[in-house]
């Protein structure tokens, strides 16, 4: 079982930065592969970023391409999601989550955190 706490929202002005953190407990933190998802209203869950165990691996949806890094520190059982140049449309629910390696699909995420809320206002 891994336990993961996102922090770090918040509302921000279009073209502002926010960074999000999710730390994570239970099960050892470097086996899993962990992503940031996103949802607004009335859309699906997507992927904004992804990072591999090691962290030697990234990969980031088009529309967080050049904006968004996804970081980890493995040592404080944490990821990290630094969102620059944000645009209102960023506006949405994060979630971290944490799958055996980097999917696309959310379904084959085994854990999630309870989201946070972010705000991005023009």
């Known amino acids: 079982q891994v336990q993961l706490v996102e922090s ?12 999000l953190s999710c730390a994570a407990s239970g099960r050892t933190f470097s086996n899993y592969a962990m992503g940031w998802f996103r949802q607004a209203p009335g859309k699906e869950r997507e992927l904004v970023a992804g990072i591999s165990r090691s962290g030697g691996s990234t990969y980031y949806a088009d529309s967080a391409k050049g ?56």
Do not use: H
């Open 8 to 19: 770090g929202g918040g509302s921000a002005q279009a073209g502002g930065s926010l960074r």
């Open 67 to 122: 904006r968004f890094t996804i970081s980890r520190e493995n040592a404080k059982n944490t990821v990290y999601l630094q969102m620059n140049s944000l645009k209102p449309e960023d506006t949405a629910v994060y979630y971290c989550a944490a799958a055996d390696q980097i999917w696309t699909n959310p379904k084959l995420y085994r854990y999630w955190g309870q989201g946070t809320q972010v705000t991005v206002s023009s």
